[in-house]
Each structure stands twice: as C-alpha cells, then as structure tokens.
C-alpha cells in the first residue's frame, strides 16, 4: 500500500531534478539573449554609424572640390584683369559665356565684378557710368559712406542678376566684412548667411558669396598696404544654397539628411542649408558632423540618418532570430540534457565551455577578415588562418613551414625578412607591406606584429595581423588622378597644365630655349549640344581629344582649359612654323566629320599661336595671348590660326 507514495515521491523528484535546470536555463537563455541582443544592437550602430561617417567624408569632399572649382573661376576672371589695362562689358560678357557656367559649374548664380570707389571718387565714378550711357546710374543704397563698392558687371544677365547692378555690397556688414578680409589678405573669402539682392518674393533661398579681390595692372600686392593701395575691385559670384548643393551634390540619397551651418554651432539662426527641410525633428536619428573651413568661412556639415537601408534591417531581423532560435535551443538541449543526472550535466557543461572555446577561437582568428599569422622562433610560419589564405589565394599546405619573406615577390622579401628579424628580436612593429598573391599579383597590406614570449620572458616567436589596403591604395591613386585630370576626356586639368607649364618655363629660362602653345577652341560645339544633347557633346570632346593626342608627340601635353577649350604645350616645339604645322594638323583632323549615333557632327576648330618667350615668360601671359590669337582666328572667319601679335598687327594664317 506505500507503492503510492513511493511512485509521488520519485515523480516529485523527477520534476524537480528536470525542471528546476530548465528553469535555469531559461533564466540564463533570456539573460543571454538579451546581452547578445544588446550586444548586436551595439554593433548594429557601429555600422551604421561608419557607413554615415563614410558617406558624410564622401559628400564633403565633394563640397569642398566645388568650391575649390569656383574658386578658380574667381581666379580666371581676376586673370582677365591681370592681362588687361581696362575690361569692358563685353570682355567680361564674353568670358563668362566661356565658361559654359551652366554645364561645368552647375549652382553658381553668376560671375561679377564690384568696382571699388573711395568717397572722394564717388562723383567721378557715377559721371563715367553715366558716360558709358547709363544716365540713371547711382549706386545703392544711397548714403555718405566712407568707401563705396558697386557691381558694374554680372554675367548672365538674367532677371535675378539684373536686380543686383549698382548695389554697393560694401554697405552690408557681413558682405562688408568678407570683402575686408579678402582685401586684407588678398586670397579668396566667403560671407556668412545672406540674403541675395537677387531674391525676389518666390523661391527665396538662404545666399551666400564668394570674394577674390582684383587690382590695378602692374602695381605691386606684396603686402597688406600695397594690397590696399592697388585694390580695384572685386571679382565675385553669388551662390543660392539650394542651387549650389544641387549642382554640387545632384540627388543626394534619400535615406541621408545634410544641414549645413555657417559657423562651427547648428543654431536654427545659422542654418545655410538643409536637404530634407520638411522633415519632422527626430532626436534619435544617428548623426554625424563634420566641420571645415571654406574660405575663411567655419562650416558645420550635419549628416543624419533618415532612414536605415533594408539590407541592414534584415540583417539586424535575423540576427535576432538566430539569437532567439539559439536560446529555444538551449533550453531544450537542457530539458534533455537534465534526464541524463548529474554525469550528464556536467558533461554538457564540459560540452559547453569546449565550444564557447571554440566559438570564441573562431570568431576572433578563423572567421576574421584580416589575416593572422604566427611565427616561431626561427621565422618560419607555423600557423595561418584562412583570411590569409584568401588574401593570397594560397592552401595552408602552401604556408606552413615557410618563411615570412616567401609570401612577397623578390623586390619585397628584404622588408619581411627585416620585420621578421625586427619581431624575433624583441620589438613591435607596424609597416606597410606588398604581398604576392596567386590570382591578384601584388596586394598591398598593412602589418602590426608583436613578438611571443615564455614565462622567462625569452621570444619564442611573433604574431602578425595583416590586413589588406590594395583597395585603399587605388581609391588614393585615382582621387590624385582626378585631381589633375579632366573626368570626362582624361586629358590633364588646368592644375597639371600650370604645374607642367611652369616646369617647362623654368627649364627654358635655364637652357635658354624656345618652345610654343596653342589655344584651341571647337567652333560650332554649341550647335552641336543643342541640336543633338549633351551626350553627343560629350562624345565629340572625348573624340576630338584622341584626334588632337594623335597629333601631337610624346612630349607635348594636350590639357583641357574649360568647356571646348584646350591648350597644348608643345615644349620641343621652338619655332613658330613648326608650331603652326602642327596646329594646321590638328585643324584638319578636326574638320572631319565626327560619326555619333545620333547621327553626323561637324566642327572645326580656331587655334591661337604663341612662343616663349617672344610673346610672353609667364603663365598667365602665355595663355591669355594665345586666347586672345585664337579670338583672332574667330574673328578672322573660325577654322583659321592665328599668331599672336602686338595688339596694332595681328597676323592671321
């Protein structure tokens, strides 16, 4: 009759041997999920936070490349001053027309010119411009002042830039201030926010401008007072935010917000620009800000995370899941595992902690994307996980026994057996390398290797963590190309053709040598971008570049000035006849026709002629007197040369 009891009291204890470590491991699985989860949210916006921070460095060197552009359209149209005694209304109309502002500089409202006027000359200032057929000219506002500035020449004329002739801008204290500081300076100076005279009562945008101060010809700038003293004027550009940012950064990516503020606070009071103004304020968007100086100008950049992609979403849904499924897992390996007693617990323990071991040792060595490696004590590999293996597309029968200097091609085995020898004895080191790989030849890799030592503190080897820049390296390589070249055609930038220009001046002052440019200008391109696109433009720049690239030596070098201008410098070229063969070359070639798939293009191309240093022993000289051959040619009918001349003979050929 005690069977009952006996059969209640061994269920009771079965129940309590089974599910109090279930209790347990349920406990500990939910501990355990949510500080993995914690965990994985952790890492979650870690990448989010670097993919931001990668794309907010991305977009504001793309800003500041913009800026650096129009900077050197300041720079040409201050050029153009340099070269003249006296500037007309229709030099500077023509200038900026070829600039082809629109299509190579997308967001700029307008390249001026502000005439700088001392009290004084006020009088005399407003009785010229009235002379020039002005007869209602005044400058605005009115007002004794101790000095006047007054916009005289702003291209395109277009209905906004129009509302800014006369307007003294040296009458408004931020504009006032950022024209002080480019005259005190004499380099490039940003205002502050603005509202632009151009504005009217729909579209208003926040505005800022850009000032390079221009000077009389011939008179010394070397300092502040002689800066002052030669001061004319300043050549300037106004910029409506909005316009600038989408000429600058065309469709920004919708899961990104940019604001921009002027000065180093993102005070609502100082907001320049923002991308997503609609938007509703978020406080726990990810953020990322980045603050540079454009032209004397602090700017905080303000990245925000509108939205998270998909990919990530998924990723962090899984994830979870997996983490959830893990923790189902094991609270039902411990319901089975508890029917197995006390040997079987502890078993499962010992189980356990064997593959949290080996977990751990894959995630941090086999699952890593870097390579890892150890050496012994005679610098020979013992060990190589797979990121190595991948890297170099070598089987670990193909690295183990080997020594560190066998994994490089033979110009590079002397710095590995060197870092090896470094670590062996006893240092740290950390050094870029160039590795052989299999498939990829060379792979570059930055190394960091500390040495093993035993418990007596002797080294019995080293381990090195490699990983792989190749990437980094090429994308280093092309933004140096991109600097000095031309995006579109690939011919040299005008910063390589200054670079290049003036190695070739210096060399011929040296030698006492003559060599010559040219100044090339595709006629009738224009006609061509209206009746066929943009994209047939841009292949008959692309296809006129290899024609004139064919035309000239290995020598010579064929830079794309702006738009359809290029200049070729010719440095082996030291006569005037032979210059012009060559030019007459590269006027036939381009007369051909131009086979498109919208269908047959014609052009033909003015050439300008000069040599140093009969016609110039600058930069700045050389190229605005072949400019000004070439508007010869123009003048003398297109598909023409001319030579530069003395400005009462021009010779046209």
Known sequence: MSAAPDTRASTDRSVWQIGLPVLLATLGATLAVYLVWNEMDRRHRERVDERLAFEARDITQQVEQRMRAYRQVLRGARALFDASDEVTQEDWKTYVGALSLQEDFPGIQGVGFSAYVKAEDLDTHIASMRA?????????????????????????????????????????????????????????????KVRLIQEADRDIQTGVLLYLPAYRRGLPTGTEAERAAALSGWVYSPFRMLDLMAGTLGRMQPSLRLR?????????????????????????????????????????LVFEQRREAAADLDRWHTELALVVLFGALVVALTASLGLARRRAARLAELGASLARSEALYSTLVNLSGESILALDARGHIEYANPGLHRMLNLDARDVGGRSLGELAFDGNRHALQSMADALLGGDTVRMELTLQSRDRGEVAVLASGVPRTDSAGRVTGAIIVMADISERKADEARIAWLATHDSLTGLPNRSLLVERLNRTLASAKRYRRRFCLLFIDLDHFKEVNDRMGHHAGDEVLIEASRRMLACLRAADTLARHGGDEFVALLPETGSIEAACAVADKIRLRLGEPFPLEQGQAQISASLGVVMCPDHGDDFDTLVARADQAMYAAKAAGRNTIAVWTAPDNKDTQ
Do not use: K
Request: glycine letters at 8%; charged letters at 30%.
């Open 132 to 192: 020039r057929g002005l007869r209602d000219y005044d400058i605005r506002p009115p007002g004794e002042r101790p000095e006047y500035s007054s916009i005289v020449y702003l291209e395109p004329q277009d209905w906004r830039n129009q509302r800014a002739f006369s307007f003294d801008m040296l009458s408004e204290p931020v504009r006032r201030e950022a024209m002080q500081r480019a005259r005190r300076t004499g380099e490039a100076a940003l205002t502050g």
């Open 260 to 300: 921009i503020y002027d000065g180093g606070a993102a005070e609502p009071e100082a907001l320049l620009f923002d991308s997503h103004g609609t938007d509703s304020v978020r406080f726990d968007a990810p953020t990322h800000s980045i603050s540079r100086d454009i032209d004397g100008r602090r700017w905080l």
